[in-house]
């Protein structure tokens, strides 16, 4: 099974800085990685699909980038609406594995 | 407007099957590519993938959960069903479903908004 390491597992940010969000795989994946936004009580939500398409009407403060093993995740200027949890994942595999996970917060 | 919803019960005792619904609407079942998965997040950790029925009922599990495990679908119902035998209380969580519109593209979108279960002991 391929495993996905995340980091960091949380992160503290103000309005308006730029965040990073690593994913790292235990093999190569190809371009065959994702990104989810969690919300409490909302049903997550696709951001980024094969590493840097941005999915229909997700702001374009929101990117991806990286290939093979490597990944990340940035939002330029962070709003405070940004405050979730951040999940990458790959398709390359089946069993789909999750990264850890990034809980966003507002300083 | 696809949409998902999940339904269960909110409290299962431990050794117990666990049996989960996800009602889809604004898409069918038996659409040529169609894929429903059922994936769980324990409270404050992370999303775990679970399982996979196709359009064509093709279905595939978790390594770890896969002898636990049975999904299931019922196209007159529109509905996908998953069964988790033995349950214990790591095992609570909220579940959710969610689609994945082609087998090509691995994305999940959308997801139903989930249903938290609880293990007791």
């Known amino acids: 099974d391929i495993q996905m390491t995340q980091s960091p597992s949380s992160l503290s940010a103000s309005v308006g800085d730029r965040v990073t969000i690593t994913c790292q795989a235990s093999q190569d994946i190809s371009n065959y990685l994702n990104w989810y936004q969690l919300k409490p009580g909302k049903a997550p939500k696709l951001l980024i699909y094969d590493v840097s398409n941005l999915e229909t009407g997700v702001p374009s403060r929101f990117s991806g980038s990286g290939s093979g093993t490597d990944f990340t995740f940035t939002i330029n200027s962070l709003q405070r609406e940004d405050i979730a949890s951040y999940y990458c994942q790959q398709y390359n595999d089946l069993p789909y594995s999750f990264g850890q996970g990034t809980k966003l917060e507002i300083q | 407007q696809v949409t998902l919803r999940e339904s269960g019960p909110a409290l299962v005792k431990a050794t117990q099957t666990l049996t989960l619904t996800c009602s889809l609407s604004?898409?069918?079942?038996?659409?040529?590519?169609?894929?429903v998965s059922w994936i769980r997040q324990p409270p404050g950790k992370a999303l775990e993938w679970l399982a996979r029925?196709?359009?064509?009922?093709?279905?595939y599990y978790s390594t770890s959960l896969k002898t636990r495990l049975t999904i299931s679908k019922d196209t007159s119902k529109n509905q996908v069903v998953l069964t988790m035998t033995n349950m214990d209380p790591v095992d609570t969580a909220t579940y959710y479903c969610?689609?994945?519109?082609?087998?090509?593209?691995?994305?999940?979108?959308?997801w139903g908004q989930g249903t938290l279960v609880t293990v007791s002991s």
């Open positions: 604004g898409v069918s079942l038996s659409t040529s590519g169609m894929c």
């Open positions: 029925i196709d359009w064509d009922d093709d279905k």
């Open positions: 969610a689609v994945m519109t082609t087998v090509i593209n691995g994305w999940f979108d959308p």
